[in-house]
């Protein structure tokens, strides 16, 4: 299995501020790797696939890069909205594996 | 817009089989070319994959659960589901319903809003 592990596991942050949260996998894959926002009490929602493209609705401050076995999203300037959990995933063998998630809070 | 819900019963007893279905609603779940998978997500902790069915009609499943799974596809009524067979309490958890995108690199591009299952007697 691919073991995805990200960093860090949680981060305080303000409103405004930019914010990188760091994905890495145990073997390389090329760009097969998605990014997900969770709110409390609802479903994932996609942000980013294939590594860097934004998936349709999603804001522009959201943004992804990597390839291989190391990745990263980051929220240019973070919005109120986007205080949540962040996981990362990847998508190019089985099983499918998450990353453990990224909580996001209000400083 | 395609929309998924997740049903089924909320509470299983110990070495029973959970459950569940996926309704797909605002398109058909044979039109395109759309896998289909379920996911799990036990309280405070993250995401397990559980397994796929392909618009084919074959499966995959995670090795992790030891062959308990069984996904399947009803497409009269537009629906897929997943059986788990001798669940313990570790099964207890969220369980969602996805859309498999192929054109984005097999994210999961809609989600169920998910449904909860306990494992108890």
């Known amino acids: 299995d691919i073991q995805m592990t990200q960093s860090p596991s949680s981060v305080s942050a303000s409103v405004g501020d930019r914010v990188t949260i760091t994905c890495r996998a145990s073997q390389g894959f090329g760009t097969w790797l998605a990014w997900y926002q969770q709110k409390p009490g609802k479903a994932p929602k996609l942000l980013i696939y294939?590594?860097?493209s934004l998936q349709s609705g999603v804001p522009s401050r959201f943004s992804g890069s990597g390839s291989g076995t190391d990745f990263t999203l980051t929220i240019s300037s973070l919005q109120p909205e986007d205080f949540a959990t962040y996981y990362c995933q990847q998508t190019n063998s089985f099983p499918i594996t998450f990353g453990q998630g990224t909580r996001l809070e209000i400083k | 817009q395609v929309q998924l819900q997740e049903s089924g019963p909320g509470l299983v007893k110990p070495s029973q089989t959970l459950s569940l279905t996926c309704t797909v609603s605002g398109a058909s779940i044979n039109s395109g070319s759309y896998d289909w998978d379920w996911i799990r997500q036990p309280a405070g902790k993250g995401l397990e994959w559980i397994g796929r069915?392909?618009?084919?009609?074959?499966?995959n499943s995670n090795p992790s659960l030891k062959s308990r799974v069984t996904i399947s596809v009803d497409t009269s009524k537009n629906q897929f589901s997943l059986r788990l067979r001798s669940v313990t309490a570790a099964d207890t958890a969220v369980y969602y319903c996805?859309?498999?995108?192929?054109?984005?690199?097999?994210?999961?591009?809609?989600w169920g809003q998910g449904t909860m299952v306990t494992v108890s007697s």
């Open positions: 996805v859309r498999v995108q192929p054109g984005a690199f097999d994210a999961f591009d809609i």
């Open positions: 069915i392909y618009n084919v009609g074959s499966t």
């Open positions: 294939g590594a860097s």
